[in-house]
């Protein structure tokens, strides 16, 4: 597409311009509602499912917290010196222990981060969908 904002013979199009203006605000106007009902929408599924509204708020503001992380903190519920002998032991055992599940919580990870983009996506473009298919009933009425 041509830029409409480009002077042509050193002319400036104005009703083009116009034009194109008015179609870039209506964008954006409609990005704002549209990230909003799709935040809405995913809040209704996750309280269907009883998601925790913590998990659910990380999710929306694109924290990365939320995912798997290979790295732990090693505590124990145990007290003195049971408890130095267990965290001793875990952490002569973590290396050797992450290198098996390290490979599998790293691709685990990379799943989750693709699948949530996917249902983002899907839901941005259900809602925009439908607010295309209302319009154009208001439109035949």
Not at 47 to 64: H, M, R, T, V, Y
Not at 91 to 97: A, C, H, M, V
Not at 99 to 125: G, K, W
Request: aromatic residues 4%; glycine residues 4%.
């Amino acid at each position: 597409m041509a830029d409409p904002f480009a002077p042509k013979d050193g002319n400036v199009d104005v009703a083009a311009v116009m034009e194109a203006l008015r179609e870039r605000i209506q964008r954006r106007a409609d990005a704002a509602p549209l990230q909003e009902e799709v935040a809405r929408r995913l809040r209704g599924l996750a309280d269907s499912d009883q998601l925790d509204p913590e998990l659910l708020e990380s999710f929306l503001a694109g924290d990365a917290r939320w995912n798997l992380a290979a790295d732990y903190k090693i505590v124990t519920h145990r007290h003195g010196l049971a408890a130095s002998l267990v965290v001793g032991a875990k952490r002569l055992l973590r290396p050797f222990i992450r290198s098996y599940t390290d490979p599998i919580v790293e691709r685990q990870a990379q799943i989750n981060q693709y699948l949530l983009h996917v249902i983002e996506t899907l839901l941005e473009e259900t809602t925009r969908l439908r607010r295309e298919a209302s319009k154009s009933k208001e439109h035949e009425v």
